[in-house]
């Protein structure tokens, strides 16, 4: 059984329910990184769908996970996806501020990843060269990030642990002994969306659509990535 990302949807054992899925969360996925786009900016705002539809490019991943993976691996990726999408809705919620509650929700399904690389680690303490260099640029990156964005008034706590629980997740993903690239390529892509909406939201290096085009594009990826990748390795046969 091949699931890895870019084979998947040539997978002919899979279930109908589980390509529905797969379908809608693409679907919603590229909707809502085009709509910016197609839409007028009036629509935009007061498209009643805007939350549900960006609900609905993730949230069908946890439901695939639920089904195909079993034991304590299924229940932690799921509710790593569950919590990434209620991040992604009360980030698409307009009405009020609700940027600290994404923010929080961000947070634990990050501690849920980092729980579910964690059970795959082999030998973390004698990690292999390439993993060397990327945990010694992920600590310069986070570094170079909080000493960048910091001091941010009001939420200076909340951002830096934050961003030392993402660069965790990263580095637990790439000491995990994992047979492919998919799911340390996801994690990487996380980082880099999140990355962008800091930096779009405190620096503001970079905004407007092309800000939004950067942030969705790689973050549904890196949660493609990271769902697909990690059903691919435990699913082997």
């Not at 040539?10 to 910016?36: F, H, N, T």
């Not at 009643?48 to 439901?63: E, H, T």
């Not at 642990?161 to 997740?169: P, Q």
């Amino acid at each position: 059984m091949n699931l890895n990302p870019k084979t998947v949807l040539q997978w002919r054992e899979m279930k109908l329910i589980d390509r529905a899925l797969l379908v809608v969360s693409i679907i919603c996925g590229v909707s809502y990184l085009l709509a910016p786009f197609l839409l007028t900016a009036q629509i935009r705002q007061y498209w009643p769908l805007n939350a549900a539809i960006k609900g609905l490019a993730v949230s069908p991943l946890a439901a695939i996970a639920w089904g195909l993976l079993r034991g304590r691996d299924g229940k932690l990726l799921c509710l790593a996806l569950i919590f990434s999408s209620l991040g992604d809705i009360f980030l698409a919620l307009r009405n009020g501020n609700y940027f600290v509650f994404g923010l929080l929700a961000f947070l634990v399904a990050h501690l849920f990843f980092i729980a579910l690389w964690r059970r795959h680690w082999t030998s973390p303490l004698h990690p292999n060269y390439s993993q060397k260099i990327l945990v010694a640029g992920l600590l310069l990156f986070l570094v170079g990030m909080l000493w960048w964005m910091l001091p941010i008034p009001g939420l200076s706590l909340p951002v830096a642990i934050y961003m030392c629980v993402l660069t965790a997740m990263v580095l637990a993903a790439a000491l995990a002994a994992f047979k492919s690239h998919w799911v340390v390529t996801g994690a990487i892509l996380f980082l880099i969306s999140d990355s962008i909406i800091a930096l779009s939201t405190f620096k503001h290096v970079v905004g407007g659509r092309l800000a939004g085009f950067l942030i969705w594009s790689t973050y549904y990826l890196a949660q493609y990535f990271i769902a697909l990748g990690f059903m691919a390795e435990r699913r082997e046969p």
